[in-house]
């Protein structure tokens, strides 16, 4: 898990850097400071299982195993990339490893999750299949509906809603009048838990729990994860809005130190192994950027390839 969440906290950085130095287009939205949460859940999943993710979707995406060249030469709009550069940052997906996408629209994977949900039902396997959503979404009709269903049908899906305490520039207090969003769990009948989303360990006991129930059949659990994310919105967000010593509080409470200190308190390893782990990792960005740089753009002609298909059937295109 240590080496997972300094994965998602350097490739991040990185990325932070290219976009600032215009290497990388569009909007990056960054995972900095959350990375326990994409860690702990996915930690408690296995490979046949599936993830939603979000706008904010890179942390989740290295959590399950996706590859960091694929994601870099994604960003970079490249055609070696996860979606052959057209999906760029907030659209990255891998079927094969069960990230079922990035979403830039807030709210959709709600919806998305219980879909995938029902097909595991359908096929009576044991799989299932986590939720990644952001607090300001469970204002949106796709929360309510996919929770009502998933409740309703006991469908193999976690809702993991990442509470980092604003929507855009807009704190929860602002826009619910409520302090958990576990609370709204009441209204389906489901478990509904809240824990320290800067604790990994804490978020990854609260999701085997839920997927233990999961995979017997037992419906779904909404867990709210309450962290913080460091970076604004979006890179170039002057995050005029945040109180006065805000983000420097929140620093204190960092999930990677927190998780080392966890590490050389109970002698699992060393400084100089974690320094080697580090190192490695910085290798691997640097690999990932290279390889993103070393790649072209996609060709002109490939711009409706993969998005309408060609598809026949009774003589009809659809």
Known sequence: MYEKMVKIRKFETRAMNLFAEGQVGGFVHLYIGEEAVATGVCESLRDDDYITSTHRGHGHILAKGGDMKYM???????????????????HIADATKGILGANGIVGAGHNIATGA???IQYKGTDQVCACFFGDASTNQSTFHEGLNLASTWKLPVIFICENNGYGISVSQARHQNITDISQRAVSYNIPG???DGNDVFAVFEAVQEAVARARKGQGPTLIECKTYRWRGHFEGDPTVYRPEGELEQWKKKDPIPRVEKYILDNQVMTQAEMDKLNEKIDALVEEAVDFALASKFPDI??????????IVEEGRSR
């Open 72 to 90: 870099m030469a994604e960003l970079f709009g490249k055609d070696t990339g996860y979606c052959k550069g057209k999906g760029g940052s907030m």
């Open 117 to 119: 949900g029902l097909g």
């Open 193 to 195: 838990i809240t824990v």
């Open 301 to 310: 002609s490939s711009a409706v390839e993969d998005v309408y298909t060609d």
